[in-house]
Structure formats: structure tokens, C-alpha cells
Nanobody, 115 residues
Framework: VQLVESGGGLVQPGGSLRLSCTAS????????LTWYRQAPGKEREFVAL????????YYVDSVKGRFIISRDNGAATLSLQMNNLKPEDTAVYYC?????????WGQGTQVTVSS
């Protein structure tokens, strides 16, 4: 199982970024997928989840209305569109999959929101 995030970077407050997570080694379309983030000195926190068929999504309150989680089952790709970014969104963002064989994390991608 491999999860590889990309798309992070430095952005000004109010800006946008789109994160991607490319997956391999499992049947992507069978499983719910999640984005987490970890800010410096803080615990890793849940950001958003999408169901296997993309018919259900859940968000932490702090990103509702600003972030959109989506997936392309044909391309085995999970995405997170982040709009109106705030300095408090600065963190390393991880994609996560809980499978019958275990729990898997990507290596993370850094998002820095600063002027």
C-alpha cells in the first residue's frame, strides 16, 4: 500500500491550494479515505473524510465551507481543495486509509499560509 501526497506549498492568507493523494496497492474504490493535518507542536487532527462511493463527506468545523474533499476512483486519487486559507491552516497534511490489512499514512505535504 502506498499513499503519496502532493500539492502543498506557501500561499498567502485568502489563497487556495489543491492537494492530491495518489494511492496504490489496494482497491481504492472500496474504502473511505481521510485527510488529516498536524501543525507544529500540536497533535494530528482530522480534517475531512469521503466515503468509498463519494456520496458522503465529513469535515472538521474549522474548514467547513472552505475545503472540499473529492476522489477519482478511476485514477485512484484523493483530493482536497482548500480555499480562503488562513494562517491556522498551516500544517503537514496527510492522507489516510484504514484497510482490513492495517492503517496507512502518506508521507505528508507541507502547507504554509503566511504573508
Amino acid at each position: 500500500v502506498q499513499l503519496v501526497e502532493s500539492g502543498g506549498g506557501l500561499v498567502q492568507p485568502g489563497g487556495s491550494l489543491r492537494l492530491s493523494c495518489t494511492a496504490s496497492g489496494f482497491t481504492f474504490s472500496d474504502h473511505d479515505l481521510t485527510w488529516y493535518r498536524q501543525a507544529p507542536g500540536k497533535e494530528r487532527e482530522f480534517v475531512a473524510l469521503i466515503s468509498s462511493a463519494a456520496d458522503l463527506t465529513y469535515y472538521v468545523d474549522s474548514v467547513k465551507g472552505r475545503f472540499i474533499i473529492s476522489r477519482d476512483n478511476g485514477a485512484a486519487t484523493l483530493s482536497l481543495q482548500m480555499n480562503n486559507l488562513k494562517p491556522e491552516d498551516t500544517a503537514v497534511y496527510y492522507c489516510f486509509a484504514r484497510l482490513p490489512s492495517g492503517s496507512y499514512w502518506g508521507q505528508g505535504t507541507q502547507v504554509t499560509v503566511s504573508s
